[in-house]
């Protein structure tokens, strides 16, 4: 489990899985995986994990080591978790965000359900199973995308049914969201002026800056996507920092 920004992707159904996530889903072996959270960076807040354990009755419990750290720069949440013994299945979140309408929430229930990582043909639980000729993206099994053994199914047969459950209280009273600060680049503005036409202002597309997660230090991203194409009032002239907040969303 980690609490990281968006520059961080632990896993993600739109691609390939990475090596780390491969052999953790084929193996359980989370130091691929561990070594990913380190060369993130202050893209990651904090990582814990829970002990391997295998469900004695319809439920069971895997309490987190150590307390999951989230803040203002780092509020989304990515989970990991190997069905065992599978070829290489999983289930987890991916970049799950426990903030509605500016506030944290202060407690919160998600289902995972069965995912493939796509690496490792196989239909049962069972190991060794040959490597997949070519891998395919991680997808999440349902009922189009089982096997023709129906693993995963419901006794009608008729949807899949969440394999985990992630269940997270935060420790103290949670304080409200704090927006990140923006900071515009230079002397730059979002729109400018033609020379030629005079007072009508140009769309053109400008760098922006944003301060990260540690205020001493200015990450230079960029943003290239025009706001609106359609001339504005030379009072509403946008800065670089705004337009960029809204197209980019490098800022609530």
Known sequence: MVSHNKAYTMWSDDQLASKSVEIYARTGNTRQLQLDVVAAKTSVKNVTKSITFEPSGDFDEAPMEEELELDSEHRLISTIAKINPGPDWFSGLNSYSPVMNGKWLSSFTVNSFPWDAGTVDGTTYTFDNPVSVPKVNIFQYTVGTVPENGIFLNTLRDD?????????DFATEPTPVQPRVCSEGG???FFRYNPKTGLIPENRP????WLSAQNSKVQRRHCRRNRSFEPLPLDDTLLAMEACRMTCDTCP
Do not use: G, M, N
């Not at 899949?160 to 997270?168: E, H, I, K, M």
């Open 206 to 209: 400008q760098d922006c800056f």
């Open 160 to 168: 899949v049914l969440p394999v985990a459950q992630w269940r997270c």
């Open 187 to 189: 002397e730059t503005k």
